[in-house]
């Protein structure tokens, strides 16, 4: 069914909006690199395909005039989340122009920004272009080249993001948003929040109150009762060992 | 679509001097040899690395600018205010210590920037990001900025979501030390941008003012991403320039001579509005907009006289009897409606003028209580009626054309031969000049005195 179609489109090109976010938060750091670059490339044209893939489908089942009311708003609904990805791809696609030329990779000198950030950033390109490993197959001068490119298709992108308000008339105000405060509280189980770094994050910010600290104590707790018990069995068990021997 | 990144004049900002002026800062904090030197901030478990001390960031200011400990201090703090460095220890109170106290870099992404300034939607997802991760325990004022988000941008609540979840699973692809980093470095940008309530908020802004200045406008159309409203007045404004170019008597100079050189004042009689014959160049203004035409008398006249022929007189009478009513004496209006009416609108009036039933009926239950601007709508109505249709049929007509033809192009006046001659002033002479004479007679008086002695 159209309907379905278009919600999966529309979640991948969220996850790439979501990868290409991370990776250009990335630029001008340490961990910055020609493979960064490249990902920021293809993850570029992966969402680029999708943009324009979501666009067709979404203008046709929206021409059509012979829908129902309920299915029109659905799609209005579904119209405004493409554009408000559409939106944030444009914002980013512009930033990691503007820092990709302040932060040239081929200089004698690098001046990375010492953020603290060291690792790669493979695995989240990786999750983007829905691959298991990436391949990295770019020249030296991809940092040129790109931004090169990178201009053009922001000028692309504007003129579609042009095209797409004068051709579709949606009131984006108009749609009701299906979730309400607070829902990306529930499902969320594989979000948890277990990091042990997290909790020494907002120590000091939740210091009036008390619920972080007694977690953290009583996580604390609970491990040392836990090598506790070990212990203890570690000696029942050498016990018994010595007195049956 | 929600607005963004282009504010209400549709120019995109430019970067504030300050704030390159304190990437430029950063930036040669890095160098790898006379850069500031980087510690490793431990955790629990994990190792992060580059990290620095208050201290550290002080001496090194105070090193490289040959600044004093306080200058220092003062610099140092305008950069934690402002976002490029960031507390680790406590990160809600935005300032230097010099001590042993950790900082770190904030990453390019999240500098503060003027021409990015942070979103609503931006934010709203970083709420719903913390509100997972915090499982719903979101500080008092986050939680009311939630709220005033959620119903404010409520169109694009499920992209927020859908969004914050996606950007929560792509970071958990990242190991533990770098995730923890990402978290800092959200945390510290929106404490800049959206300070607590209470703190300072560095980047208030007064009332918007245009930006003439915008460097990367370009006029050659093309994929420049910066064309936008500054370029299209640009070009409106080019426009103007190119039209009159040939009208300005500064630049082409005026025929027959301008008036305040050589204190002829034919230039001013041939243009008045009693000029029997128009020059062509006033003519020719007459073809630059309709408002023109309409503001120049001679202009007026021959409209009126082409319409007669046209059978539509009317109309460009009527728009004279409400300007009148505009501009006139206010004793007078009611009387003067009610003739614009008796001769107008009233049906089988002898000038009867064709407005659309909806402006006329607004306007004949205006007439019962007269005021300036009850013929407002109407009278648009038929200016744009004109506009449309009479202007540009006069614009080609033989009647125009013939006056192009005859209109006058004054001869240039012969410049005196002798420039320093005498001319005969018709304008009482300037004060400067008596003054300047009574000068030079006291100084002749007084200088003859002093050669006497």
């Not at chain 1, 790669?120 to 080249?145: C, G, P, W």
């Not at chain 2, 170019?245 to 008036?259: E, R, V």
């Not at chain 2, 001869?411 to 002798?418: A, D, G, I, P, Y």
Request: include cysteine; aromatic fraction near 10%.
């Amino acid at each position: 069914m159209g309907k379905e179609e278009c919600k999966t489109m529309l979640d991948a090109l969220n996850k790439v909006t979501a990868c290409y976010r991370h990776l250009v938060s990335a630029l001008g750091s340490t961990s910055d690199s020609q493979n960064l670059r490249e990902e920021l490339k293809k993850t570029r044209k992966k969402a680029q395909e999708l943009a324009v893939a979501n666009r067709t489908k979404l203008t046709a089942l929206l021409k059509d005039k012979t829908i129902s009311n309920d299915d029109r708003a659905e799609y209005e609904r579904l119209w405004v989340l493409f554009t408000s990805s559409m939106e944030i791809l444009e914002v980013d696609m512009k930033r990691s122009l503007e820092i990709g030329q302040d932060f040239p990779l081929k200089v004698p000198t690098r001046h990375f920004i010492q953020t603290g950030m060291t690792g790669s950033t493979t695995t989240v390109a990786s999750r983007a272009m829905s691959v298991q490993n990436m391949k990295y197959e770019a020249d030296a001068n991809i940092d040129l080249t790109d931004l090169r490119d990178l201009e053009a298709e922001i000028a692309q992108v504007d003129q579609m993001m042009e095209d797409m308000e004068m051709k579709v008339q949606v009131a984006p105000w108009a749609v009701e948003a299906k979730q309400e405060a607070g829902a990306e509280l529930r499902s969320t189980a594989s979000i948890g929040n277990s990091s042990v770094g997290v909790i020494s994050l907002c120590e000091e910010e939740t210091k009036e109150r008390g619920s972080w600290t007694d977690g953290e104590a009583g996580l604390m707790r609970v491990f040392a009762g836990i090598i506790f018990t070990v212990v203890l069995l570690i000696a029942g068990i050498l016990g018994y060992l010595i007195i049956n021997l | 679509m929600t607005i963004s990144m282009v504010n209400p004049s549709g120019n995109l900002r430019e970067q504030m001097p300050f704030l390159t002026k304190m990437e430029r800062v950063i930036v040669s904090m890095q160098d790898p040899d006379v850069g500031m030197k980087m510690r490793n901030q431990r955790l629990l478990i994990t190792v992060i690395p580059h990290a620095m001390t208050g201290s550290d960031i002080v001496s090194w200011l105070t090193q490289k600018y040959a600044i004093t400990e306080e200058e220092a201090l003062h610099i140092g703090n305008f950069l934690v205010k402002y976002g490029y460095i960031y507390p680790l220890k406590e990160p809600r109170n935005l300032c230097l210590k010099q001590d042993e106290s950790p900082y770190r870099f904030q990453t390019p992404y999240y500098w503060t920037s003027t021409r990015w300034p942070a979103s609503e939607m931006d934010y709203a997802i970083y709420l719903a990001k913390k509100n997972i991760r915090k499982q719903g325990e979101l500080i008092d004022y986050e939680k009311e900025c939630y709220n005033v988000l959620h119903k404010r941008i409520n169109h694009t609540w499920d992209f927020v979501v859908m969004q914050a979840r996606e950007q929560l699973r792509a970071s958990k692809q990242r190991r533990k030390a770098d995730r923890l980093v990402l978290e800092y470095q959200e945390q510290a940008y929106w404490l800049v941008n959206r300070p607590p309530p209470g703190a300072m908020e560095v980047l208030e802004w007064g009332p918007e003012r245009g930006s003439i200045a915008n460097p990367r406008v370009q006029l050659v159309t093309g994929h420049c991403f910066f064309l936008n409203n500054a370029c299209v007045c640009e070009c409106s404004f080019v426009k103007y320039c190119e039209q009159y170019q040939d009208h300005d008597p500064i630049m082409q100079g005026c025929l027959p001579s301008n008036p305040w050189i050589t204190d002829d004042i034919m230039y001013w009689n041939m243009n008045s509005e009693t000029a029997v014959m128009p020059t062509k160049l006033r003519v020719e203004r007459w073809s630059f907009s309709f408002m023109k035409l309409l503001n120049d008398p001679l202009g007026q006249k021959e409209f009126l006289i082409y319409l007669e022929k046209e059978f539509s007189a009317e109309n460009l009478l009527f728009w004279q009897a409400c300007e009148d009513v505009q501009h006139g004496e206010t004793s007078r209006i009611a009387d003067k409606v009610d003739e614009v009416y008796k001769q107008y609108l009233a049906p089988g009036a002898s000038n009867w003028v064709n407005i659309d039933s909806k402006t006329m009926e607004s306007t004949l239950e205006g007439i019962h209580q007269p005021n300036r601007f009850v013929l407002y709508d109407a009278q648009r109505h038929i200016y744009f009626l004109m506009k449309k249709d009479s202007y540009p049929r006069y614009l080609k007509s033989e009647q125009y054309k013939n006056l192009l033809e005859k209109a006058i192009v004054p001869q240039e006046t012969k410049k005196s031969v002798f420039p320093f001659m005498r001319r005969q002033r018709h304008s009482s002479p300037s004060p400067a000049l008596l003054t300047q004479a009574g000068d030079d007679d006291g100084k002749a008086l007084s200088s003859s005195v002093r050669l006497d002695l």
